[in-house]
């Protein structure tokens, strides 16, 4: 078992934009959402993703964390399933793939092919003897930041206003967490329908900057 302030190093590594697997070149449907007018300033931009959060793919992502932490890999075909689309799969496989990749060859681990990326984490986590509730508040900060830094390039908005967007989250963030840590199998669902459609009109836009 690792200590808190090992925990907390090793999640600060493994959700940094640094980690090499690409984050940053995923929009997850936030840039269609731009173009369609759904998140034009910091205010709806925040909004956007407390809706994600509560009611998407941050939500499920979270609970297939716990799920993977407390039940192991078995999880995973079910993960992939609910993908909303194709871009939403190739975006939860190719971020697992590369995660697996980065952690099997600097951490030692034996992680499988094939994961999608909250499970992936999930594994990982259990592995490494980390705290679930932190892993999971981690996940979600980085999550959230991740489409901030979107919104903040293609609003575009100011650094500092995406800043304030994602101190306005924290409270979402804080929630959420406690919720999946009493959630079971039976709490997954997503009720994002229009970030699910942003997504899917996506994958037919040209040009695009970000790959979902």
Avoid at 22 to 39: D, K, N, P, R, V
Avoid at 111 to 136: F, H, M, W
Avoid at 179 to 208: I, Q, W
């Amino acid at each position: 078992m690792t200590t808190p302030n090992q925990d907390m190093m090793v999640l600060q590594s493994w959700f940094s934009p640094a980690f090499p697997i690409g984050a940053f070149s995923y929009s997850h449907g936030l840039e269609t959402a731009i173009q369609q007018g759904h998140a034009a300033d910091s205010g709806s931009l925040a909004a956007w993703i407390d809706g994600l959060l509560r009611y998407g793919t941050g939500w499920n992502d979270a609970l297939f964390i716990k799920l993977a932490y407390e039940d192991g890999p078995a999880i995973n075909t079910l993960c992939l399933a609910l993908s909303s689309s194709k871009e939403r799969e190739q975006e939860t496989t190719e971020l697992g793939r590369s995660f697996v990749r980065t952690l099997n060859a600097s951490y030692g681990f034996e992680l499988p092919d094939g994961l999608a990326y909250p499970v992936a984490v999930g594994l990982a986590a259990r592995q490494e003897g980390i705290s679930l509730a932190l892993v999971i508040q981690s996940y979600l900060q980085a999550f959230a930041a991740n489409l901030i830094s979107v919104g903040v390039r293609a609003i575009p908005i100011g650094q500092q206003a995406g800043q304030a967007c994602l101190v306005q989250l924290y409270p979402v963030i804080e929630r959420i967490t406690k919720k999946v840590l009493a959630a079971t199998e039976d709490g997954l669902g997503s009720a994002a329908f229009t970030s699910d459609l942003m997504a899917m009109m996506h994958e037919n836009n040209s040009p695009r900057i970000y790959r979902t």
